[in-house]
């Protein structure tokens, strides 16, 4: 693993509120579901949307001041991009599939894509291409552990599984109870959620073996885990440790190299940042421009060192209806 990085050390920590500054990168219409976000090397940002079909990837410049926003690529057979990894320098893959609050509980397919921008980031020279059919499972986090080697939490099965994508063969690797859901709580039963890996290398390229840790949320629970993995296999190590619980409903997260979480609360609008000592901050925005997070990833470029960005749904109204058009946010931690 690397050393910490310095803008950690330059976060303002007062009491459980974290300073930040916070912009808005782009808003979608009224309603739009940003269910995924992940951060390309040259800084262009990929949003994965939930609830269109078909499912589609957009392509955003957290840079621009127009909030330029280019619908990449959709995905047909889905209503839904869960989540979305770079598993080869430029070349991301994407899971897509058929979300419904109502229905889903591990018994659906899965696709994952590759989308390969490589040649650039316009959807005239993103190549794209089907790399795995999964028949009963759900993908919902995703995340490389090698070049050839994808884990996702099915969220419905409750369970943390590895994809071979050359064979499509899929194994179960992490099934307890950190990753199972609690059917007797809220009604969307939905365990282990979003999903990370922390290795010492950023961009998988091949099997590197060692060990790396893998980080994991599950909405049910309302809590954060980390355990040590087998960077080769997958398997796990040693004990799942908790990092923080009642959390509440909690989406995908992210993770800096020195180990530290920070993981979106749907329902509490706002981000939690975890700390490897236990220290938990949070982050919100002073004008409430964070509403429904489901995700959060780092910025990669000099540009963006410190910034966290976040997608969002919109919130939901008591009433049920969304609030506004899911968005993109950058919180900048360096303030
Ligand atoms: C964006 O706006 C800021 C402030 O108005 C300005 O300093 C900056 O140069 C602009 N950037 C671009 C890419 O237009
Ligand atoms: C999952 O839902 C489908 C459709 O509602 C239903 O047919 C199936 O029996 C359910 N499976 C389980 C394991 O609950
Ligand atoms: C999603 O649902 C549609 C419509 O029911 C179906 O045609 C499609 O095969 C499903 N996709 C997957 C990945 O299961
Ligand atoms: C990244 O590179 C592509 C060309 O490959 C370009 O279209 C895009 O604007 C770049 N993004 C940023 C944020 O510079
Ligand atoms: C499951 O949910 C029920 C009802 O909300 C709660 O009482 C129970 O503590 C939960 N179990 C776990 C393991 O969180």
Do not use: C
């Amino acid at each position: 693993m690397r050393p910490a990085s310095l803008y950690l050390a330059a976060l303002i920590h007062t009491g459980t509120s974290l300073a930040a500054s916070v912009r808005i990168v782009h808003q979608f219409p009224n309603p739009t579901w940003v269910e995924n976000i992940a951060s390309t090397r040259n800084g262009s940002l990929l949003a994965g949307i939930l609830g269109t079909t078909p499912a589609q990837l957009h392509i955003l410049d957290p840079f621009s001041n127009t909030s330029q926003d280019t619908l990449l690529h959709t995905f047909p057979y889905s209503n839904a991009i869960f989540g979305i990894t770079e598993y080869k320098t430029d070349v991301f893959a994407v899971a897509a599939g058929n979300f419904s609050a109502t229905t889903a509980n591990g018994t659906g397919d899965a696709n994952i894509w590759s989308v390969d921008l490589s040649r650039g980031t316009s959807p005239n020279s993103a190549k794209v291409k089907k790399i795995a059919y999964l028949p009963r499972a759900q993908i919902n986090g995703l995340a490389a552990l090698d070049s050839e080697t994808l884990l996702f939490t099915d969220s419905w099965a409750g369970n943390i599984r590895k994809v071979d994508i050359r064979t499509g063969k899929y194994e179960v690797i992490l099934q307890d109870a950190s990753t199972a859901h609690n059917v007797s709580g809220v009604p969307l039963s939905l365990g282990a959620n979003g999903l990370k890996v922390l290795r010492s290398d950023p961009v998988p390229s091949s099997r590197a073996g060692g060990s790396a840790f893998l980080y994991f949320s599950n909405l049910q629970l309302g809590g954060a885990y980390r355990v040590q993995i087998d960077a080769r296999t997958g398997r796990p190590q040693g004990r799942v440790v908790m990092l923080a619980t009642g959390l509440g409903e909690v989406d995908d997260l992210a993770v800096t190299e020195d180990g530290t979480a920070f993981v979106a609360r749907d329902e509490a609008n706002d981000i939690v940042r975890i700390g490897l000592d236990g220290e938990v901050g949070f982050v919100s925005g002073e004008h409430k421009e964070i509403q429904g997070p489901t995700s959060a990833v780092l910025g990669r470029t000099y540009r963006d060192r410190g910034v966290l960005y976040v997608g969002d749904y919109g919130g939901l109204t008591a009433e049920g209806s969304y609030i506004r058009g899911g968005r993109v946010t950058a919180v900048d931690l360096t303030v």
